[in-house]
């Protein structure tokens, strides 16, 4: 269904980095085994390389490892109006700043998020105790002001697996920060591609994807962990990770990309790959 798979393990790093805890590309082609993986060591180098795949002669499936969406009323909390999902990205891509060199401010974002929906601190938690606030904490707040989970992270806790909410910013596994990093930049690559005259969904949000009608770009957000990983034979886990999963999203048909029959989730919190 698509030329190419490219798969996306992303990183919150407030500075350049490879190796552990950085970010990896696995790009698979839809035509053979081959699998290519890059290890760029900042947020800028790997927009930059997802850009040069999916300027690329033929179709491709852009999965990202982070959430495109938060809990259902989110954006009703925040004040915002039209489409959730994309009042979001537009709220993000104006209040996140996210420099070449991996400084940001993402954490500043969080507590004024907060503040936001107010009162008191949540649902946003995790940070370093020199970013404390009012409106931000280091650990959990309970109760949150808002659901801990999407429904697709009730799906999966059904199922036995442990995601992580995407509220929380720090910690081993946590994709909070992930996400206020990933969705502006993601934004900013979709607007780029469309302004080349590349056509692109962010799914499930644009609907079910047609065999008939695939776009040249569809983004996706995974969960690597929802698969069994081969041996590591020495090498980083997020190194194999991205290359297991590309290799496997290969095999992508229509039927993984229908819509979940959900207002909700379809409007605002989207929905994981293979969940």
Not at 98 to 126: I, K, S, T, Y
Not at 211 to 217: F, L, M, N, Y
Not at 231 to 258: C, I, K, N, W
Request: net charge negative.
């Amino acid at each position: 269904m698509f030329d190419r798979v490219v798969v996306v393990d992303w990183s919150a790093s407030s500075r350049p980095t490879r190796g552990r805890d950085s970010i990896w590309i696995g790009v698979a082609d839809g035509s053979s085994d081959t699998v290519l993986v890059s290890n760029p060591s900042t947020r800028a180098e790997a927009i930059a390389q997802m850009g040069e795949w999916c300027r690329r002669p033929g179709s491709t499936l852009l999965g990202v490892d982070f959430s495109l969406g938060y809990p259902s009323g989110t954006t009703e909390s925040l004040g915002l109006s039209g489409v959730p999902w994309r009042a979001m990205w537009d709220l993000l891509a104006q209040l996140i700043d996210d420099r070449d060199d991996n400084a940001n401010n993402r954490f500043e974002v969080a507590a004024e998020l907060n503040r936001r929906v107010g009162p008191g601190p949540g649902p946003f938690w995790g940070c370093p105790p020199s970013r404390r606030s009012a409106t931000l904490t280091s650990t959990k707040v309970a109760p949150t002001p808002l659901d801990e989970w999407r429904r697709v992270e009730y799906r999966l806790r059904d199922s036995g697996h442990r995601p992580f909410s995407g509220w929380q910013l720090l910690g081993a596994g946590s994709v909070g920060s992930q996400s206020l990093l990933g969705i502006p930049r993601t934004d900013t690559l979709l607007r780029s591609l469309v302004s080349d005259g590349r056509s692109v969904a962010v799914w499930p949000f644009s609907g079910s994807i047609e065999r008939d009608a695939v776009p040249d770009v569809v983004i996706a957000e995974v969960w690597p962990s929802l698969h069994r990983l081969p041996p590591l034979d020495g090498r980083v886990r997020d190194e194999v990770q991205v290359a297991s999963v590309a290799r496997r999203l290969v095999h992508t048909t229509a039927a993984d990309l229908v819509a979940p029959a959900c207002d909700a989730v379809v409007a605002e919190e989207g929905w994981v790959l293979g969940a």
